[in-house]
C-alpha cells in the first residue's frame, strides 16, 4: 500500500507560478508513474500531466507549456511546478501513483484569484 501526502497550494495572482510537492512512501514498484489530477467546482476530475520513473513526460494540452512535471526517485517525490496561471487553473489538485494499483493523494486546493 502506497501513502501520498501533497503540499504546495494557495492563493496566486493570474500569471502567477506556483509549486506543489507529492511525496510517496510504503511500497513501491521501480517502474512506476507519478502525476497529477485536478478538479474544478462542478467539473469532473481532469487528468494534468505524468512522469515515469524513467523520467518521460506527459501533459494536457491545456497546461502544456505552462506546467512541468519533475520527479526525484530517491525521495520517491513528484512536483508540479505551475506558471503563467490563469483563473481556469483554480482547482483541487490531486497527485497520484501506478505501482501495481492507483493511490492517490488528499488533494491541495489551487485558487487563482486577483
Known amino acids: 500500500q502506497v501513502q501520498l501526502v501533497e503540499s504546495g497550494g494557495g492563493l496566486v495572482q493570474p500569471g502567477g507560478s506556483l509549486r506543489l510537492s507529492c511525496a510517496a512512501s510504503g511500497t513501491i514498484v521501480s517502474f512506476n508513474v507519478m502525476g497529477w489530477y485536478r478538479q474544478a467546482p462542478g467539473k469532473e476530475r481532469e487528468w494534468v500531466g505524468h512522469?515515469?520513473?524513467?523520467?518521460?513526460?506527459n501533459y494536457a494540452d491545456s497546461v502544456k507549456g505552462r506546467f512541468t512535471i519533475s520527479r526525484d526517485n530517491v525521495k520517491m517525490a513528484v512536483y508540479l511546478q505551475m506558471s503563467s496561471l490563469k483563473p481556469e487553473d483554480t482547482a483541487v489538485y490531486y497527485c497520484f501513483i501506478d505501482s501495481n494499483v492507483r493511490s492517490w493523494g488528499q488533494g491541495t486546493q489551487v485558487t487563482i484569484s486577483s
Open positions: 512522469i515515469s520513473s524513467g523520467g518521460t513526460t
